[in-house]
């Protein structure tokens, strides 16, 4: 590798100590977003002719930059799906991007994709998958989604060559699906059949099979049902949806990019039966498989029909496709970085038993925090969680009280609580990913919004 930098020995010894460092060292709870224009003047001159120097640019970094990020990872940070990536993952993750892998082929990257392809069976593997499945990792829920949607159409195609209905075709799925599904469907240009939902948030076999009979001019191809849903962990009736999925030739696609991780501990994994049954599904690592960003995988029963949808074919690339496992035909992308590394490297340094264990631990806390709820008078528990998302209401709290508790405690540090909606009324959503969130931490947040009155 080449430098322009003659301080190699010493930035190297200072990048790499403070990034060891970084992950090892708690994060300040109370970093978060600052005003834009402060962060353009603490940046003024960096990248410029001469540009500031390695110490001067990682001191900005160290002082000014991170301490404007949240910490995703404090055990405190309980909202949105925040992360809790293990050391050895974070570490790896340098060795990563030292190794300059290009990952989309495996005439270029075959030792890096091995690795991978070993992190992707044992995810198949916890999930029923049969061996003919595969796939590759992607950036996020959001890109698995769009993979495997983009291969359902491909199939849907395939399947119908003379169906004169290719220009209404339409994904279905209920209201709680992750909003990315939404944006997918605009940037497919296809359209949306909407499925109620039972009061637990989830979609059933009977609701399906109740749009499916009115869907006007709409030509559904694809079903997207969640396996825990972003807002309540909601997890729709899998093993019931699949063989309505098969009888109408519809694609089932199941987004676990939240929920998947439950499937790593042999006692919790039952919640997701059915996912087996799936024509592909997504999961997101770097939520709840203690994975850094951005590390998501989306897996196809059968990937000949992804390749068919995403392989890119150029006359400078002819010559990669040697019949081995290309990464870059089974979603949208060509380059890439082999970002399912630290998560392999992880499993390897850790075992999966540790991944059961952690997984278990945050199911308890949620479980413990649920009971909490329920006992209390102060609170109504709002749905019986079956992951590790648990939404309540402060009884007798307006829209407001539940903002300034929230700000209150966001501001110091405490926790980040921030208010949701359940059947459109605010209540507060907690999300544990992190096997270090303790329950007795979260008792006392719980009795200090038990104490706060609200405003009168
Ligand atoms: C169920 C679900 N699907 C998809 C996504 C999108 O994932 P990403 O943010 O990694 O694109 C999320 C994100 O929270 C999610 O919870």
Not at 92 to 114: C, K, L, P, Q, R
Not at 215 to 220: R, S
């Amino acid at each position: 590798m080449h430098t322009w930098n003659a301080d190699l020995e010493l930035l190297s010894a200072s990048v790499i100590g403070y990034a060891s460092e970084r992950a090892k060292l708690p994060k300040d709870p109370r970093w978060g977003a600052r005003d834009a224009q402060e962060l353009a003047e603490a940046l003024t001159g960096a990248v410029s002719q001469d540009g500031v120097g390695g110490q001067a640019a990682l001191e900005l970094f160290r002082d000014v930059l991170l301490p404007a990020c949240r910490p995703m990872d404090d055990p405190m940070m309980v909202s949105y799906v925040p992360t809790a990536p293990t050391i050895a993952a974070v570490l790896f993750d340098m060795v990563v991007s030292a190794s300059s892998i290009f990952a989309g082929h495996w005439e270029s990257g075959a030792g890096a994709i091995a690795a991978e392809n070993q992190a992707l069976r044992w995810i198949m593997d916890i999930a029923g998958f049969p061996a003919s499945g595969g796939g590759c990792f992607v950036s996020g829920g959001t890109a698995a989604n769009l993979a495997a949607l983009v291969t359902a159409r491909q199939y849907w195609r395939s399947e119908n060559p003379d169906d004169d209905r290719r220009n209404r075709l339409a994904i279905v799925a209920t209201h709680g699906a992750h909003a990315s599904v939404d944006v997918i469907a605009r940037v497919m240009d296809v359209d949306f059949i909407r499925v109620r939902s039972d009061p637990q948030g989830r979609m059933t076999a009977d609701e399906l099979a109740h749009a499916l009979e009115d869907v006007g001019d709409l030509c559904p191809f694809a079903v997207v049902t969640s396996a825990g849903t972003t807002n309540s962990g909601a997890i729709d009736d899998l093993t019931q949806i699949a063989p309505l999925c098969r009888s109408e030739g519809l694609w089932l696609h199941v987004d676990a990019a939240y929920g998947g991780s439950v499937l790593a501990s042999p006692t919790h994994r039952h919640v997701l039966a059915g996912i087996e049954l799936a024509d592909s599904f997504g999961i997101d690592p770097h939520k709840w498989l203690f994975a850094p960003y951005d590390c998501a995988a989306v897996l196809y029963r059968n990937p000949t029909m992804a390749a068919h949808a995403h392989a890119q074919q150029a006359d400078y690339l002819d010559y990669v496709d040697d019949g081995e496992w290309n990464p870059s035909d089974y979603a949208l992308h060509l380059t890439r970085r082999a970002r399912g590394l630290p998560l392999w490297f992880s499993l390897a340094a850790n075992g999966t038993d540790a991944y059961a264990k952690a997984i278990d631990t945050t199911m308890e806390v949620a479980a413990g925090l649920a009971d909490r709820i329920r006992e209390s008078e102060e609170f109504d528990l709002l749905v019986e969680p079956k992951l590790s998302i648990v939404l309540f209401r402060r009884r007798g709290w307006a829209a407001e009280d539940y903002e300034r508790w929230s700000r209150v405690n966001a501001e110091s540090g405490t926790a980040l609580i921030v208010p949701s909606k359940w059947e459109g009324e605010i209540c507060f959503r907690i999300c544990i990913v992190n096997p270090l969130t303790d329950l007795e931490s979260l008792d006392e947040l719980l009795e200090d919004m038990a104490a706060s009155s609200a405003r009168p």
